[in-house]
């Protein structure tokens, strides 16, 4: 189907998740293609955010979107993914030309690790200030039902810690994206498909506050076939990116 046939379907949506696979080039510019025009539409209304930054570094990445620090300084203090430059700056770099918000939604990384390592429990001996990077845990539910975290349960190398690791991870993506979501704005996020696919991960703890009909989901899927979509791969959102399975990886 036509890019503008999406972009209708977004016309009302408060939220939109865009699933990518991170090392997928088709992924990121349809990312960029998203944002533009949603751009054009909502203009300062539109805030972006993504699973890639970590909530304890916002403070570095708005003071780079204002041109605070340099270019330089914002990149070494980041810990900025591997293939940064080529599939996620364009993103920062289109906020900071426009004076948008972007949003830092992700869980810093060691306190997943403290919860895949040690369980829930030891993040209460957290101070105030880093349990400010994390939903606040009182808020936190762990529902082993849920079709994404019981398939990392059952993985071979996966586990209950797993699980739960994964699940506070989407968690507090959606704890910030409605964190700075208001009445009029919408929220562009991006992410893994796997923390949105079949409107599980951060959808299933978005939908806890917000309609499901407000929520636009699109995914990424790889095959050898692009003419028809493989069972398994059909639901998995609202649209789906077919990729060839030997398009060149960005990384």
């Known amino acids: ?47 972006m955010g993504a699973e890639m930054f970590e909530a304890d570094n916002q403070y570095i990445l708005d003071e780079y979107l204002k041109g605070q620090i340099s270019a ?20 920062i770099e289109f906020a900071k030309e426009k004076e948008l918000k972007f949003i830092a939604t992700n869980i810093p990384r060691r306190y997943a690790n403290m919860v895949y390592k040690k369980g829930m429990n030891s993040l209460k001996g957290l101070s105030e200030l880093a349990k400010s990077f994390i939903v606040p845990l009182n808020q936190f539910e762990f529902d082993s039902t849920v079709n994404c975290y019981k398939e990392i349960y059952n993985m071979q190398h996966g586990g209950e810690g797993m699980a739960i690791a994964q699940a506070i991870k989407d968690a507090t993506m959606a704890y910030f994206i409605l964190k700075n979501s208001n009445p009029s704005s919408v ?50 959102a609202d649209f789906i990116i077919c990729v060839k399975d030997n398009v060149t990886s960005t990384h």
């Open 1 to 47: 189907m036509s890019f503008d046939k999406v972009l209708k379907a977004a016309e009302g949506k408060s939220h939109v998740f865009m699933g990518e696979y991170h090392n997928n080039a088709i992924s990121h510019w349809l990312q960029i293609e998203m944002m533009t025009a949603l751009y054009e539409i909502y203009k300062k209304n539109l805030i």
């Open 187 to 236: 929220f562009l996020h991006f992410q893994g498909a796997y923390h949105s696919d079949n409107y599980e991960g951060i959808v299933y703890y978005l939908k806890k506050q917000v309609q499901a009909d407000k929520i636009l989901t699109v995914s990424t899927v790889t095959q050898e076939n692009i003419n028809e979509l493989l069972n398994d791969n059909k639901g998995l």
């Open 72 to 91: 330089k300084n914002y990149q070494s203090e980041m810990r900025l993914w591997p293939n940064y430059n080529t599939d996620y700056k364009p993103l």
